[in-house]
């Protein structure tokens, strides 16, 4: 079965600044998604960003970019210019791309890291 | 566009009732989940729906049921609710290609 790990419970950034939320997990599959999820106060989950395991290149979102290191198992989030909207819990999710589809899309979630961000 | 509707928002139960949680997607979607969310524990896949008809255990199945109603709809069962249950219930959806899960606002459940 595969886990994921976000090994930080709580980060805080100035406005303006960077942060970095870490996820790690453990998979044996060659072939998977990684995402990374938004839950602000209103409980809404919101996709920030994917990532696929083939691909090379790193995926941004405007201000949101990841550091996929495939070897290692490492997903890490990077947040440049931090906003005082994007305090809120953020959650590494891992899902199968297995060939027989039988994943059916069903995600593995880490513990999650709340952001607070300071003005 | 409404996505992924939730109903209650919040509840309140005693030891003991029994209550469903409804969710309804409005994006033609084949399949579907449950998910609790507990402090420190991230979201866990209670039960899933991979397309209309089916349904399969995730892994905290235990004192739940579901039914997929028909393509749009898939309810939560609680049979006689724990002071355990109490949790966050969100439900999803996934794209044909299952690239994105589309979540609703979630239910909050108190078990007393």
């Known amino acids: 079965a595969q886990t994921v790990t976000q090994s930080q419970p709580e980060m805080s950034v100035q406005e303006a600044e960077t942060v970095t939320l870490s996820c790690t997990y453990d998979?044996?599959?060659?072939?998977?998604?990684l995402f990374w999820y938004k839950q602000p106060p209103s409980r809404q989950m919101i996709l920030v960003i994917r990532?696929?395991?083939?691909?090379?290149q790193n995926a941004t979102e405007n201000r949101f970019s990841v550091n996929f290191q495939k070897a290692a198992k490492s997903f890490s989030l990077k947040i440049s210019d931090s906003q005082l909207g994007d305090a809120a819990m953020y959650f590494c999710?891992?899902?199968?791309?297995?060939?027989?589809?039988?994943?059916?899309?069903?995600?593995?979630f880490g513990q999650g890291t709340i952001l607070t961000v300071h003005p | 566009n409404a996505g992924v509707t939730q109903t209650p928002k919040f509840q309140v139960l005693k030891t003991g009732q029994s209550m469903t949680l409804q969710c309804a997607q409005d994006?033609?979607?084949?399949?579907m989940y449950w998910y609790r969310q507990d402090p420190g524990m991230g979201l866990r896949l209670i039960y899933y729906?991979?397309?209309?008809?089916?349904?399969d255990k995730g892994e905290v199945p235990n004192g739940y049921n579901v039914s997929r109603l028909n393509k749009r709809e898939f309810s939560l069962r609680l049979e006689s609710a724990a002071p355990s249950q109490t949790s966050v219930y969100f439900c999803?959806?996934?794209?044909?290609?299952?690239?994105?899960?589309?979540f609703g606002q979630g239910t909050r459940l108190t078990v007393v």
């Open positions: 999803a959806s996934s794209t044909q290609g299952f690239t994105e899960a589309f």
């Open positions: 994006m033609n979607h084949n399949s």
């Open positions: 729906s991979a397309s209309e008809g089916t349904t």
């Open positions: 990532q696929e395991a083939y691909k090379q």
């Open positions: 999710a891992y899902r199968s791309d297995n060939a027989g589809g039988t994943s059916y899309g069903k995600l593995t």
């Open positions: 998979t044996s599959e060659s072939d998977y998604y």
